[in-house]
């Protein structure tokens, strides 16, 4: 009987083809911009996360203040780490493959005539290790000339394109703000992160020359740490904030000042906005929707009132009252489905098209495909009922004089 | 062969106060199983409405209907709905065939609500428009079919599940006299060979003339009921057609 109802709606649709196109136009939109929405934000997240995965997924970063998800509250008060919590870490805590502290500040990069605004990282050849970065020419510095606090700098890509362009850089002298630094090395090119920010755009210099010569002070701004391959982050995170807890004399009731960050969580606070912008445009479509359901409903009473005469003769000739609700609901059902399964067709083209521009990952989600699906069937039964009820309750006699 | 339908003191009042109209008042009627009533009067006679109440589509005001001895007025909307599934074949007064659906699938209606499986549907269909001359237009719609075709398939879709009782209000009348004889021809062999009972509304002596037993209406009261085909030599006047 439900076949045979279906096979009957589905005449009833094709007998208005255009109509019944037109009326689940609501609910294609509605459709297709969900499905869009959806794939091409678990796309941007996929995106985020591998990125990051990238930076290194064993890495730790350590920074003053708390966490952001904390809102990030006391960081300006709290005390600076120093070289001393550094060493503590890379002589106490089991399993790291690299330490790297790292303070930063924005500089002008002059050389010759070219003339370019970047930011200076101080750090050690551990920045190396720990970012996973390799070297495109020449050498990372010495041990000596950071202990010595030596002018000498290993440049970002593009820093080095933008100072040198075509000429050789190793060994030519540039000017960070006042102070000359000797080229040795240039690293290799990274590319844009996921956030859209240049990573290739710094120059690298000793940590202790930029304490000394640029900032004046013996502050570390934070520590990058990395585990060694097989050691859990989770156990290198604790050793680590047991150890800087005592350090910074912090008691047992009070709260951390400072902030051990696995790149999970980064990926989580990145994607946690991508998810929340994609909450926001499914609401929107979920709207559309709901238009989409009006309009099923009112051509749905629009055919109730038209075929009068044709319910009335189906109840003269003996169907049942639900029967005749199950015909102009099942109707309502597949008008709806029909647009769902367009609207996913459409919606999936779409983002697979907007993916390939934004150069993002295309990932099929066959959850989402099947709720919208549900959710358009849905919408169908919702809005449906109420004209299959109109329709049901007619009375045979009054149908069939109906002109 | 026994009493099929039995009114008793039925009386059926449209609207209330002023405006009511008493549109049948107290009729009583019985009708045996296999017989051809022609139903004649007047057009607003009450004819309709009495098909309609022996048709279980409508309720009396105040009276009793027993339709194989059953109280028609005590049962609900969905039972007088199996009732007329299972026991009566309707031919309505304008056809009230499908539009933009083929003949056969029109003639198929009653059998779907049946729950006859597509196989055996076809084939009953096909029968039913062979035994109305209508092979060959299974696929026709109704727009595609002269009126007299028209009538014919819904004769065919009364027939189809070969009900106990057919109920044909003016069966005949937008026809020609030729094309008019042939439905009646074709009435009266299903009421002869498969012991159908008929009830059929006419305004046509002659075609009343095919019935073995005639009742008249006049304001919904029923005047004569007489017996044979001499009864009705002298029927009344043609009235036109509502
Ligand atoms: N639904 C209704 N509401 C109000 N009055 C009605 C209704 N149906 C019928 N009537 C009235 O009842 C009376 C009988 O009508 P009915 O349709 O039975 O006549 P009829 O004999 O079939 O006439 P015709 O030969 O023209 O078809 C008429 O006066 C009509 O106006
Ligand atoms: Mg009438």
């Known amino acids: 009987m439900i076949w045979e109802t279906y096979l009957l709606a589905q005449r009833a649709i094709r007998r208005n083809a255009l109509r019944s196109t037109l009326t689940v136009l609501g609910i294609v939109i509605g459709v297709a911009a969900v499905i869009t929405m959806v794939t091409l934000g678990s796309g941007a997240t996929a995106q985020v996360t591998s990125d990051i995965a990238k930076l290194g997924s ?32 890379e002589q106490q805590i089991h399993g790291l493959q690299g330490v790297a502290p790292v303070s930063s500040s924005g500089m002008q990069a002059i050389y010759g005539n070219a003339n370019w605004s970047t930011t200076i990282t101080g750090s050690n050849a551990d920045f190396l290790v720990v970012r996973d970065w390799p070297m495109a020419r020449g050498r990372i510095f010495t041990e000596s000339e950071m202990r010595a606090g030596q002018a000498v700098c290993v440049l970002g890509a593009t820093v080095q394109r ?19 630094f000797r080229v040795i090395g240039v690293l290799g090119a990274k590319g844009q992160s996921s956030f859209g920010t240049d990573q290739d755009d710094f120059v690298l210099i000793p940590l202790r020359t930029l304490q000394r010569r640029v900032a004046g002070n013996t502050n570390v701004g934070s520590i990058m740490v990395s585990a060694m391959d097989g050691v859990p982050t989770e156990a290198v995170q604790t050793d680590i904030e047991r150890l800087l807890r005592e350090r910074r004399n912090i008691a047992a009731a009070q709260e951390d000042d400072f902030h051990v960050r696995d790149m999970k969580e980064i990926i989580d606070t990145l994607t946690g906005t991508t998810r929340v912008l994609t909450a926001l445009l499914g609401a929107v479509a979920a709207v559309s929707l709901l238009v989409g359901g009006i309009g099923i409903m009112n051509i749905m009473l629009v055919s109730v009132t038209e075929r009068t005469r044709e319910i009335g003769t189906r109840l003269a000739i003996g169907a049942l009252e639900r029967q005749v609700l199950l015909q102009f609901l099942v109707e309502a059902v597949v008008l709806a489905c029909f647009g769902g ?26 959850g989402i495909v099947s709720a919208a699906f549900l959710f358009s069937a849905l919408v169908g039964v919702v809005f449906g009922y109420f004209p299959a009820r109109q329709a049901a309750r007619l009375d045979p006699i009054e149908a069939l004089r109906y002109e | 062969m026994g009493t099929l339908i039995q009114l008793e ?48 589509l409508d309720t009396p005001s105040s009276g009793t209907y027993r339709f194989g001895g059953v109280d028609v007025g005590a049962l609900s909307r969905d039972q007088r709905a199996l009732l007329r599934r299972h026991y009566l074949g309707f031919v309505f007064q304008g056809f009230n065939l499908l539009n933009r659906t083929s003949a056969i699938e029109n003639v198929e209606l009653p059998l779907i609500y049946r729950g006859i499986p597509i196989r055996r549907r076809r084939e009953q269909a096909a029968a039913a428009l062979a035994a109305v001359g209508l092979s060959g237009w299974e696929q026709h719609t109704p727009g595609e079919l002269s009126g007299g075709q028209q009538q014919r398939v819904a004769i ?87």
């Not at chain 1, 933008?162 to 000359?180: C, M, S, V």
């Not at chain 2, 019985?30 to 004819?47: C, D, L, N, Q, Y």
């Not at chain 2, 009421?191 to 305004?203: A, C, K, P």
């Open chain 2, 9 to 56: 003191q039925v009386t059926k009042v449209y609207g209330r106060g002023h405006a009511a109209v008493n549109a049948l008042d107290r009729i009583d009627l019985t009708i045996e199983r296999g017989e051809f009533v022609a139903v004649m009067g007047h057009s607003g006679s009450g004819k309709s409405t009495c098909m309609n109440i022996l048709g279980c």
């Open chain 1, 162 to 180: 933008r100072l040198f362009g075509d000429e050789d850089p190793l060994g030519a002298t540039i000017r960070l703000g006042k102070i000359a």
């Open chain 2, 156 to 242: 065919a879709r009364a027939i189809v599940t070969d009900p106990d009782v057919l109920l044909a209000d003016e069966p005949t009348g937008n026809l020609d006299t030729a094309r008019s004889r042939e439905i009646m021809s074709l009435i009266t062999r299903f009421n002869q060979e498969r012991g159908l009972t008929v009830i059929m509304v006419t305004h046509e002596a002659d075609m009343a003339a095919y019935a073995r037993r005639r009742v008249d209406f006049l304001d919904g009261r029923i005047v004569t009921a007489a017996e044979g085909p001499g009864a009705m030599a002298k029927g009344p006047q043609k009235a036109p057609t509502t």
């Open chain 1, 58 to 89: 064993n890495m730790l970063q350590v920074r003053v203040g708390q966490g952001f998800h904390r809102g990030g509250g006391a960081r300006g008060a709290a005390t600076p780490f120093r070289m001393a919590d550094v060493q503590a870490i």
């Open chain 1, 341 to 366: 399964v367009i609207g996913i067709a459409l919606g999936l083209g779409a983002a697979a098209l907007a993916a390939h521009l934004l150069a993002i990952p295309f990932i099929f989600n066959p």
